[in-house]
C-alpha cells in the first residue's frame, strides 16, 4: 500500500508562494491528489495530477512531480489569509492513502 | 443532493459505553471509508468498504466495527469507548474509478471521557 509522508508546519506572508511538500511509496498510484481541509471541515479535493505528468497547473496552484525521487509539491502563488488550512497529499489506486497532513499559516 | 451526511457533529461518552457513528452518502458511491483524525495529526483509516455487504479492516481496526448492508450507509461502531479513540471521525466516499475524488462528511467530534 501506500505511504505518504509531509512536513506538519508551514507559515508564510500574505502575498508570498507557499510550497508545501509531501513524499510516498508507491508509485503504482495512477493519480496524486492534493486535499484542503479548512478548520472544522471536512477534506476537499483542490487539484490532482495524473501520474505520467510533471507539472499542472490551475489558476494559482502549481503541482509538480518528480517520479524518480517520488516527490509531489503543491505551489501557492500570491498566498492569501484564506488559504490558511491543513493539505493533504494524497495517492493510491482506488483506496486513496492521506498524507499526515501540513498546516499553512498565512501571516497578514 | 446532501453528499455525505455524518450525524452527530458531536458526542461526549463515558469509558464503557457504546455508540453508533452514522454515515450516509447518496452518490451512489461504491467506496465508503471511516478515519480518524487525532489532534496535529493526519488521517489513519479505520476500515473501508467496496460495496454492499464487503467491509475490511484499515489501519487501526482494534475498538471499532461496521457493517454495510446497503450502498447508501456505512455505520461506525464503538463498543467499549476507552479515552484513546477520542478523535474527529470522517466518513468519506468515493467512485471505483480514476481519478478518484473522495467526498468527505463534516466529521464527528467524539470525547470519551
Given at each position: 500500500?501506500?505511504d505518504?509522508?509531509?512536513?506538519?508546519?508551514?507559515?508564510?506572508?500574505?502575498?508570498?508562494?507557499?510550497?508545501?511538500?509531501?513524499?510516498?511509496?508507491?508509485?503504482?498510484?495512477?493519480?496524486?491528489?492534493?486535499y484542503?481541509?479548512?478548520?472544522?471541515?471536512?477534506?476537499?479535493?483542490?487539484?490532482?495530477?495524473?501520474?505520467?505528468?510533471d507539472?499542472?497547473?490551475?489558476?494559482?496552484?502549481t503541482?509538480?512531480?518528480?517520479?524518480?525521487?517520488?516527490?509531489?509539491?503543491?505551489?501557492?502563488?500570491?498566498?492569501?489569509?484564506?488559504?490558511?488550512?491543513?493539505?493533504?497529499?494524497?495517492?493510491?489506486?482506488?483506496?486513496?492513502?492521506?498524507?499526515?497532513?501540513?498546516?499553512?499559516q498565512?501571516?497578514? | 443532493?446532501?453528499?455525505?451526511?455524518?450525524?452527530?457533529?458531536?458526542?461526549?461518552?463515558?469509558?464503557?459505553?457504546?455508540?453508533?457513528?452514522?454515515?450516509?452518502?447518496?452518490?451512489?458511491?461504491?467506496?465508503?471509508?471511516?478515519?480518524?483524525?487525532?489532534?496535529?495529526?493526519?488521517?489513519?483509516?479505520?476500515?473501508?468498504?467496496?460495496?454492499?455487504?464487503?467491509?475490511?479492516?484499515?489501519?487501526?481496526?482494534?475498538?471499532?466495527?461496521?457493517?454495510?448492508?446497503?450502498?447508501?450507509?456505512?455505520?461506525?461502531?464503538?463498543?467499549?469507548?476507552?479515552?484513546?479513540?477520542?478523535?474527529?471521525?470522517?466518513?468519506?466516499?468515493?467512485?471505483?474509478?480514476?481519478?478518484?475524488?473522495?467526498?468527505?462528511?463534516?466529521?464527528?467530534?467524539?470525547?470519551?471521557?
Amino acid at each position: 500500500g501506500e505511504d505518504v509522508e509531509q512536513s506538519l508546519f508551514l507559515s508564510v506572508r500574505e502575498g508570498d508562494s507557499s510550497v508545501i511538500n509531501c513524499t510516498y511509496t508507491d508509485s503504482s498510484s495512477t493519480y496524486l491528489y492534493w486535499y484542503k481541509q479548512e478548520p472544522g471541515a471536512g477534506l476537499q479535493l483542490l487539484t490532482y495530477i495524473f501520474s505520467n505528468m510533471d507539472m499542472k497547473q490551475d489558476q494559482r496552484l502549481t503541482v509538480l512531480l518528480n517520479k524518480k525521487d517520488k516527490h509531489l509539491s503543491l505551489r501557492i502563488a500570491d498566498t492569501q489569509t484564506g488559504d490558511s488550512a491543513i493539505y493533504f497529499c494524497a495517492g493510491g489506486y482506488q483506496k486513496v492513502t492521506f498524507g499526515t497532513g501540513t498546516k499553512l499559516q498565512v501571516i497578514p | 443532493n446532501a453528499g455525505v451526511t455524518q450525524t452527530p457533529k458531536f458526542r461526549i461518552l463515558k469509558i464503557g459505553q457504546s455508540m453508533t457513528l452514522q454515515c450516509a452518502q447518496d452518490m451512489n458511491h461504491n467506496y465508503m471509508y471511516w478515519y480518524r483524525q487525532d489532534p496535529g495529526m493526519g488521517l489513519k483509516l479505520i476500515y473501508y468498504s467496496v460495496g454492499a455487504g464487503i467491509t475490511d479492516k484499515g489501519e487501526v481496526p482494534n475498538g471499532y466495527n461496521v457493517s454495510r448492508s446497503t450502498t447508501e450507509d456505512f455505520p461506525l461502531r464503538l463498543e467499549l469507548a476507552a479515552p484513546s479513540q477520542t478523535s474527529v471521525y470522517f466518513c468519506a466516499s468515493s467512485y471505483v474509478r480514476d481519478p478518484t475524488e473522495a467526498f468527505f462528511g463534516q466529521g464527528t467530534r467524539l470525547t470519551v471521557v
